[in-house]
């Protein structure tokens, strides 16, 4: 099976996805969705990992698009009626081109590993090594965008529920409006329209990404859908629950005088500058070394460990570790500064050389502290994932890692 292929050919959820293989079935079925490619969970790994032959073969595959583009995850298990997973895994609005579609990939790959992704799926019961597909699309420049449930997700009432706001839909999806609320009956009769406030645009900026617009006073609380509009909304609701059944949570979009269908899944059960940023940055075998956990690994052990770690960047400010919650990866910091807080209180600061996590490795426990970018941050990480077959299938190097452990706990008691 290929790695990448267009939208409407995605059928396999293990490989793409279950969004991909919903908008390839929407596609199948006529419904109103932007051309694109789905990314099987493999060729995400393998581009996240900078893998030359992989990222060749996307850009190829890609390159029929032009650009700008949107690229939004896919994961396995990523959202059903018991789960959803939105706001944990990454979306990428406004992507310029083909040949920058491996960083988004990677930043993707990273933001389902993420603490707070492990957390969610700790929660729901979902521990699992996360298979992240990719849908790849061409980008629309909306007029108005936003969510539709096809039944009232907190009543269950049987009837639509639309939030809306100018440009982008994220706006909405990120809670950063008020967005205008409509209620609509089976027939497409309007029960509520109830205007917000939406005093922001989330735009396609011009070299890139999204930028967020002042909204012209006299339209922050003037409806942005019509009648019309809502016509061919209830439309696509009644489209998509005959595709896919009732109770739908959908995304969508009208650029221009088209509606777009963005996403459609199950709605979601409600419960009751240093000095050390300038020095060159190691490699990855020059920083695996200097962590004690692998202290006692020969040197084609060590490339064993190295070959498994792939390139994360953070910008400043962003958390990298948040204290209690799960986590499941190990850092190295290849250039920039970190900061270490434990109950608000700085305790630390990590430059290049310096690790945190590895304990994760290993027990899948909690954080122990917040780690967070004090300027821009590279790190190489490793999931539990990717290390837990390696110690598995090698014995020498299990043991040497039982013996760093015991080292640490003998020194502990010592102390």
Wanted: aromatic share 6%; proline share 4%.
């Amino acid at each position: 099976m290929k790695g990448v292929v267009p939208l409407v050919k995605a059928r396999d959820e293990k490989l793409f996805g279950a969004k991909a293989v919903g908008l390839g079935e929407a596609l199948r079925r006529g419904l109103p969705v932007p051309s694109g490619f789905a990314l099987a969970g493999s060729m995400v790994e393998a581009v996240a990992a900078q893998e030359s032959s992989a990222i060749r073969k996307l850009s190829k595959a890609l390159r029929s698009l032009g650009g700008p583009l949107a690229v939004r995850s896919s994961a396995v298990d990523e959202d059903s009626a018991a789960a959803s997973f939105a706001g944990q895994h990454l979306t990428l609005l406004n992507v310029p081109s083909a040949d920058d579609v491996p960083a988004a990939l990677g930043q993707i790959w990273w933001s389902a590993n993420s603490d707070s992704a492990i957390t969610y799926r700790q929660r729901v019961g979902l521990f699992a090594r996360p298979s992240v597909g990719v849908v790849v699309q061409k980008l629309l420049n909306p007029t108005s965008a936003g969510v539709m449930f096809t039944q009232d997700p907190v009543s269950g009432a049987d009837e639509r529920v639309i939030e809306a706001s100018w440009g982008l839909g994220e706006a909405v999806v990120a809670g950063q409006v008020i967005p205008d609320r409509f209620r609509l009956d089976r027939s497409g009769a309007v029960l509520e329209r109830a205007p917000g406030v939406k005093k922001i645009a989330i735009r396609n900026a011009t070299n890139g990404g999204t930028v967020e617009e002042e909204v012209d006073p006299e339209r922050v609380e003037q409806l942005c859908l019509d009648d019309g509009q809502l016509v061919a909304l209830n439309q696509l609701a009644t489209r998509c629950e005959e595709v896919y059944r009732a109770g739908r949570d959908i995304e969508w979009a009208f650029a221009g005088d088209e509606l777009y269908l963005l996403q459609c899944r199950a709605v979601t059960k409600v419960a009751g500058g240093s000095a050390a940023t300038a020095a060159a940055p190691p490699s990855a075998v020059q920083v695996i070394t200097q962590v004690p956990l692998f202290s006692d690994l020969s040197k084609r052990e060590l490339e064993q460990v190295t070959k498994l770690l792939k390139e994360r960047r953070f910008s400043a400010g962003e958390t990298i570790a948040k204290e209690g919650a799960g986590g499941a990866s190990f850092f190295v910091i290849s250039s920039g500064e970190a900061t270490v807080s434990i109950k608000g209180n700085e305790v630390a600061k990590l430059g290049p050389g310096d690790y945190f996590g590895e304990i994760a490795l290993i027990d899948e426990g909690a954080r122990a502290a917040t780690v967070t970018a004090a300027g821009e941050l590279v790190c190489y990480g490793l999931t539990l994932w990717d290390f837990r077959p390696l110690v598995q299938s090698n014995g020498v190097i299990a043991w040497k890692l039982l013996q760093s452990l015991a080292k640490k706990l003998r020194e502990a008691q010592q102390g």
